[in-house]
């Protein structure tokens, strides 16, 4: 299930993507991969082997595109070991049907945020030859 | 828990130094022992919290004081490392196996954004590593969820700024006016540098020992160790460095170690006379109004416009100035707030001095998901 993404793009976090096409571009739609327990359908995200709730077996889980920003802001200072030139917005977006809420950046070709709009996840640029997971707006 | 006295207290000023954290702890840790008026080879156990120096760091600052040749070890959970050094030696006391413990938080910290907070690389290089994210998030969520303002979240850096003012240990002591706070340079929106703490560097110790120990020496065994519980992560949580949380469920560290405290004491938000707590930033403060009990959820930026917070209030926090005004030695924060707890229960603060103080509490919370809750009552006799 881990993406492969063809290009010579770096990609962030790759194993947690899921990839809609064999080698997605910058702006392309993706989904995320998180898992969900087999016993109490929790949904958890970065991927991991147990149920932090109740121990049961995790069972990866693509989560659905579309979501909506439930918080948002912005780094207006380089933070240290990242590559991403500030200033960026970053959001945290829930997903409805998994019931989880995720931290990314937002694509910076969107609108400004607000509470409540729903974004697409997608696949963005965080420096020249390297992309990692984010959220479009609309 | 009622028979661990708070012996001695010492500080090293937070701030920038030219000292080594090795010296900065012995200064700390020789004016504790000092006021307990015990010699080092009378301890049972030494316990240092420190998050970013190097290996047996305790060991590297006992080195400059004394060889007792006693069990040193070193604790660390991030920001709540140095509660992690009383709950510890708490057991220990009240176990029987310790009669005198000395605890020493120190940290010298580098400038600028905390690293090391326990994120994945990807996070790092993605430029999704950064502690003030969430304290953004969480800041918004309180403005959004609440009826309190961006004019709030300055107006409790005025205040703690306000305390510092006759707190020589503090590293920012001149007050700060909601303009200044608000024109400051954005951080994280709503978050502006003013309504953050910054990591900085300084040390404090706390000698406990069993109160018939203290008693027995002629001592003063008045202030009393009445709880301290530690808590990690339970499922629902959120904090650094975690990318998601559930949307539903969420729950607070915070809350969950106070309502242990609470009960282990026995006592009840309303018995506090003064509190500190890690206002990490201003929305953390508001937000550890409602999480230790100190008011209903809703009620947070009431809490703080009518003054209660503040010194003369009803129940007043930060009093020493709190981190945004002391900076944040992340292993010594905690003990740095027992240290201000002890001088208003010994009724020692001086101009800030909270009247008739009895029980203080002390939070601290940290990357990693770490909260700890202690409270002291004083004149016990």
């Known amino acids: 299930m881990t993406a492969s993404i063809d290009g010579g793009l770096r990609v962030l976090g790759a194993d947690l993507l899921a990839p809609t096409s064999a080698s997605p571009a910058i702006g392309e739609a993706i989904q995320l991969l998180a898992c969900r327990c087999a016993d109490c359908s929790r949904v958890e995200f970065p991927r991991r082997d147990r149920c932090p709730a109740c121990s049961g077996a995790m069972f990866p889980h693509v989560v659905a595109s579309e979501g909506s920003i439930r918080g948002f802001t912005q780094v207006t200072a380089a933070p240290p070991g990242a590559l991403i030139a500030p200033p960026y917005h970053v959001a945290i977006v829930a997903f409805a049907d998994e019931g989880i809420s995720i931290m990314g950046l937002l694509s910076p070709d969107g609108a400004e945020p607000w509470l409540g709009c729903l974004v697409t996840t997608v696949l963005v640029e965080v420096a020249p030859g390297v992309a990692t997971y984010g959220f479009r707006l609309g | 828990m009622d028979r661990v006295a708070v012996a001695g207290v010492g500080i090293h000023p937070f701030g920038r130094f030219d000292r080594s954290y090795r010296q900065m702890g012995a200064i700390a840790a020789d004016e504790a022992m000092a006021e307990a008026g015990l010699a080092y080879d009378e301890l049972d156990f030494v316990v240092v919290a420190n998050v970013g120096a190097e290996m047996a760091k305790g060991q590297n600052v006992l080195e400059l004081l004394a060889r007792p040749g006693i069990p040193v070890l070193n604790v660390e959970a991030a920001c709540a490392s140095s509660a992690g050094t009383l709950w510890m030696a708490a057991q220990m006391i009240e176990g029987g196996r310790a009669k005198a413990v000395l605890c020493i938080g120190v940290e010298k910290a580098p400038r600028g954004f905390i690293g090391a907070a326990g994120f994945e690389q990807w996070q790092i ?11 953004a998030l969480q800041a918004q969520e309180l403005l959004e969820q609440t009826d309190a303002t961006v004019e709030d979240l300055a107006d409790v850096s005025v205040k703690n700024h306000g305390h510092a003012a006759s707190n020589a240990n503090a590293m920012y002591r001149a007050p700060v006016s909601r303009e200044q706070v608000l024109a400051s340079r954005q951080v994280c929106p709503p978050l502006t540098l003013l309504m953050l703490c910054a990591p900085n560097e300084g040390a404090a110790a706390v000698v406990l020992m069993a109160d018939d ?36 469920s969420r729950t607070s560290l915070t809350a969950r170690a106070a309502a242990e405290a609470f009960d282990e004491a026995g006592i009840g938000p309303d018995d506090l006379d003064l509190v500190e707590c890690q206002d990490t930033d201003s929305g953390s403060e508001l937000v550890a109004y409602r999480d230790l009990g100190l008011c209903k ?14 010194l003369g209030g009803r129940i007043p926090v930060n009093v020493s100035g709190g981190l945004l005004s002391k900076g944040e030695p992340l292993g010594a924060s905690g003990l ?3 240290h201000e707890l002890v001088l208003q229960l010994r009724g020692a603060a001086g101009p800030r001095q909270v009247d008739n103080a009895r029980f ?12 700890s809750v202690t409270i002291l009552e004083g004149g016990v006799r």
């Open chain 2, 125 to 135: 290089e993605a430029g999704l590593g950064v502690t003030p994210i969430y304290f």
């Open chain 2, 213 to 248: 120990e203290v008693e027995r020496r002629g001592g003063d065994a008045s202030v009393r160790l009445r709880s301290v519980r530690l808590v990690s992560r339970s499922p629902d949580d959120w904090f650094v460095p975690s990318p998601s949380f559930q949307t539903g």
């Open chain 2, 297 to 310: 959820p809703g009620d947070e930026a009431a809490l703080l416009r009518a003054g209660d917070t503040t």
């Open chain 2, 336 to 338: 740095g707030q027992l």
């Open chain 2, 360 to 371: 203080g509490l002390a939070h601290v919370m940290g990357a990693g998901h770490n909260a």
